[in-house]
Nanobody
Framework: QVQLVESGGGLVQAGGSLRLSCAAS????????MGWFRQAPGKEREFVAV????????YYADSVLGRFTISRDNAKNTVYLRMNSLKPEDTAVYYC?????????????WGQGTQVAVSS
């Protein structure tokens, strides 16, 4: 089992920046990728970014490409999401998720979420 804990959310003005963190614990050696998703009020959860282990690269949703950066600190078992040039439409609960060697392409572990609110 992998446990995930997000932090770093908050309220920011449009154009501002935030950095979200996601700390993994438990069977971290089984992780093959970690990603971020978000869910705005009244909308479905959507993919934001993913960081693949082993040189698999990072990928982003078109809506955040060029503004958000996902990175990893291997020693801390932590993944970050740096969010620049924030827009009101980025307001959502942001969730961290992990894929493992067992679940392969499925994000099977999820954090509790952290709220990001961007004011205009």
């Amino acid at each position: 089992q992998v446990q995930l804990v997000e932090s770093g959310g908050g309220l920011v003005q449009a154009g501002g920046s935030l950095r979200l963190s996601c700390a993994a614990s438990g069977r971290t050696s089984s992780i093959v990728a970690m990603g971020w998703f978000r869910q705005a009020p009244g909308k479905e959860r959507e993919f934001v970014a993913v960081f693949n282990w082993g040189g698999g690269g990072s990928y982003y949703a078109d809506s955040v490409l060029g503004r958000f950066t996902i990175s990893r600190d291997n020693a801390k078992n932590t993944v970050y999401l740096r969010m620049n040039s924030l827009k009101p439409e980025d307001t959502a609960v942001y969730y961290c998720a992990a894929r493992t060697i067992v679940t392969e392409s499925t994000f099977s572990s999820w954090g509790q979420g952290t709220q990001v609110a961007v004011s205009s």
